[in-house]
């Protein structure tokens, strides 16, 4: 499963803010405090007057951000892009532009920047994991997005959405033992997301144990009652 971070340039903009700052634009730019309709408008200013203050990248990449969290995610990309033709080795904007692409379904594009991504910065947990989930939503080279996941459950073990993402890899690779023991470890951590109880159950269902993955379903369903499209558009089903 993919964390949204909103991006990791939100993270970012949150460190900047304890640097001084020329105008209450870029304040509001680096340091939103959760009003990301308030954060475009301020980067907006800051990349319309080209200030001198920060760097015009940083303010591509927070809008990026604010948009994403928006709801915006073609917006976001292009100014990921813009980011990027201005700082073309920030780890962090090359994974924002993965994740956007992610999410609009361009697997091909996003595995690209997300591999990028890791070129810069090898040992990124998150960066790890959403590479393995790319991979897996596009059913592509899953061996590889196998790997992925493996680094980032190895160092954050205790990590829901990664243990989520290495099961749908397995349920892909027709590893259902291993793909049921993610899913029921993820459970563990979050014993309330639809997502991993419905996870579970497809692993059951394909190791023949129908009655336990009908429960499974049912709990899944009560929980998002639109859960069972979600698997279906990642390309699984019981």
Not at 88 to 103: E, H, I, K
Not at 201 to 229: C, K, N, Y
Request: glycine share 8%; aromatic share 8%.
């Amino acid at each position: 499963m993919r964390l949204f971070s909103g991006s990791l340039a939100g993270m970012a903009a949150l460190l900047a803010a304890a640097c001084a700052q020329p105008s209450s634009d870029w304040t509001i730019c680096r340091a939103p405090q959760g009003d990301f309709t308030a954060q475009e408008r301020a980067c907006s200013t800051v990349i319309e007057r080209q200030e001198s203050g920060g760097d015009v990248a940083e303010a591509y990449r927070n809008r990026g951000g604010a948009r994403a969290r928006l709801g915006r995610d073609e917006e976001a990309i292009a100014d990921f892009t813009q980011a990027i033709h201005l700082e073309p080795n920030d780890t962090l904007v090359y994974f924002d532009r993965g994740s956007a692409l992610s999410r609009t379904g361009a697997y091909d594009r996003a595995i690209r920047d997300l591999d990028r991504a890791l070129q810069l910065n090898p040992n990124q947990a998150y960066v790890l994991n959403e590479a393995c989930w790319a991979r897996a939503m596009a059913g592509a080279d899953l061996e590889h997005a196998a790997a992925l996941c493996d680094s980032a459950v190895a160092q954050v073990p205790t990590q829901s959405a990664f243990l989520d993402s290495r099961g749908l890899v397995r349920l892909k690779q027709g590893d259902f033992e291993n793909a049921l023991t993610d899913y029921e470890a993820a459970i563990r951590l979050n014993p309330n997301s639809a997502h991993y109880i419905y996870g579970r159950g497809l692993a059951l269902m394909h190791l023949s144990r129908e009655a336990e993955g009908q429960a499974a379903f049912d709990e899944a369903l009560r929980l998002d009652p639109e859960i069972a499209e979600k698997y279906e558009r990642y390309g699984v089903k019981p």
